[in-house]
């Protein structure tokens, strides 16, 4: 059964950058037939995607994070990373990492999803 | 981008009864080259994750019981809880990927009359 994980901190000041680790187990992310993307979800709220990547380094980024947001990949750790300057508190949010299932970074459904990891800005 | 929009907010059922939740697209997510509709269903559960249920619209995903169905086609879509369980009790968000960036609905959050 595959396995996602989220690491990174949870407590951030505004204007520094949130840097998250997604580690793989039970499975490859250089399996050419699967995406990995991240999403958040600001507490009590809804889902936002911010963006996805292929082991072969194609990103698409959501345009409304994209000024700030990197996604890459490391095949000989089997993980994939976040990271999102400049953070504000608007930034607060459990931020996912997932699985896509489809065409392309930005083309697909999220099948496996990781727990989840609460990332406070604050001063 | 693609707005999805989800009615209604909330929705009470008795144990046993018919649930239904709608999910309408600003714009067509049925692609004409393969006649599918790129739209999911997930459940989420407090403090857990979203978990799929349903991809193309209608295709349940493995493990996801029959109860569980899900229609529409173009920019009207329904997911279906033929008979709520105690265990139904979640968030539900359709989720279009058909275009970048990929969009959720704002939510249904269904419990028990």
């Known amino acids: 059964q595959l396995q996602l994980q989220e690491s990174g901190p949870g407590l951030l000041k505004p204007s520094e950058t949130l840097s998250l680790t997604c580690t793989v187990s039970?499975?490859?992310?250089?399996?050419?037939?699967?995406?990995w993307g991240w999403i958040r979800q600001p507490p009590g709220k809804g889902l936002e995607w911010i963006g996805g990547i292929h082991f072969g380094g194609t990103t698409y980024y959501n345009p409304s994070l994209k000024s700030r947001v990197t996604i890459s990949v490391d095949t000989s750790k089997n993980h994939f990373s976040l990271k999102l300057s400049s953070v504000t508190a608007a930034d607060t949010a459990v931020y996912y990492c997932?699985?896509?299932?489809?065409?392309?970074?930005?083309?697909?459904?999220?099948?496996?999803w990781g727990q989840g990891t609460l990332v406070t800005v604050s001063s | 981008d693609i707005v999805m929009t989800q009615s209604p907010d909330s929705l009470a059922v008795s144990l046993g009864e018919r649930a239904t939740i709608n999910c309408k697209s600003s714009q067509s997510v049925l692609y004409s080259s393969d006649n599918k509709n790129y739209l999911a269903w997930f459940q989420q559960k407090p403090g857990q994750p979203p978990k799929l249920l349903i991809y193309?619209?209608?295709t349940r995903e493995s493990g996801v019981p029959d109860r569980f169905s899900g229609s529409g086609s173009g920019t009207d879509f329904t997911l279906t809880i033929s008979s709520l369980q105690a265990e139904d009790v979640a968030v539900y968000y359709c989720q279009q990927y058909y275009g970048s960036p990929l969009t959720f609905g704002g939510g249904t959050k269904v419990e028990i009359k």
């Open positions: 039970s499975g490859s992310v250089s399996s050419s037939t699967y995406y």
């Open positions: 997932a699985r896509l299932r489809g065409t392309g970074p930005g083309r697909g459904y999220f099948n496996y």
């Open positions: 193309w619209a209608s």
